[in-house]
């Protein structure tokens, strides 16, 4: 056995690397199928205008090859950390920083698209005919309703981030020696939870703020085109 703060058999160890694939390919799937899934979307929305399609097509297949290339590059080096970490039979933290840091880079990259796909979702929504103090409401509660689909979303991957960090620490505190250790990991985890908390604050008041700016941007172009 080994151990990582907690002992893990040969198959665990394994399980662990498996997991670690699984993202990987995942993460690259998702990506593939974005891409598959908005070439069919320009062919079904633009089609009396191929220039202008192939225009946007070119603009299109450039950001997707260039974030597959990037996914890629992330996979090589995470595939390679993950053997690195595990080639002695023992994670240290310094392993597991370069590993967490190589899976927030891939979100990054995944959290991108989501929020592509929320600004797209608000730009759809409009207001047809005069400004009124009605059509105004409605703007805004449909921009209230992305606005919670986008922060539930985020909600999940804060309690996922959450949940394993505290995986983590409470099987450090298991096997720690001494209540100087103890209270040293305590302090660490502490420190860990408020920065997930204080991450997940900001991007919430980042997409809401969003979303209030658009309902207003669009108030204000209603008014000077009318």
């Known amino acids: 056995k ?15 690397k498996s997991a670690i694939e699984s993202f990987i390919s ?10 598959y899934v908005v070439k069919l979307a320009l062919d079904a929305v633009i089609q009396s205008d191929n220039e202008f399609k192939s225009e946007i097509t070119a603009i299109v297949d450039e950001y997707y090859a260039e974030t597959k290339g990037e996914m890629e590059r992330l996979g090589k080096q995470l595939r ?12 240290d933290d310094t392993e597991r920083k370069l590993i967490d840091n190589l899976i927030k880079e891939y979100n990054e990259v995944l959290n ?22 009605e059509s ?20 999940e ?18 096997k720690a020696k001494s209540a100087e250790e103890r209270a040293k990991l305590q ?8 920065k997930l908390a204080e991450e997940f604050s900001k991007t919430k008041a980042t997409v809401t703020f969003e979303g209030i700016s ?10 000077k085109d009318g």
């Open 112 to 133: 991108k698209v989501a929020d592509a796909e929320f600004k797209a979702k608000l730009q759809m929504i409009t207001i047809d005919g005069d400004v009124t103090p």
């Open 26 to 35: 995942n993460s690259e799937k998702y990506i593939e199928q974005q891409h």
């Open 214 to 223: 658009f309902a207003y941007d669009v108030l204000i172009k209603n008014y």
């Open 2 to 16: 080994v151990s990582i703060g907690m002992e893990l058999t040969e198959g665990e160890i394994e399980q662990y």
């Open 136 to 155: 105004f409401q409605n703007l805004v509660d449909k921009v209230q309703e992305k606005i919670q689909d986008r922060l539930d979303t985020l909600q």
């Open 157 to 174: 991957a804060h309690f996922t981030a959450l949940t394993n960090v505290n995986l983590a620490y409470q099987a450090k505190l298991d």
């Open 80 to 91: 390679k950390a993950t053997d690195d970490a595990w080639a002695d039979g023992i994670l």
């Open 187 to 194: 302090k660490e985890w502490d420190v860990e939870v408020k």
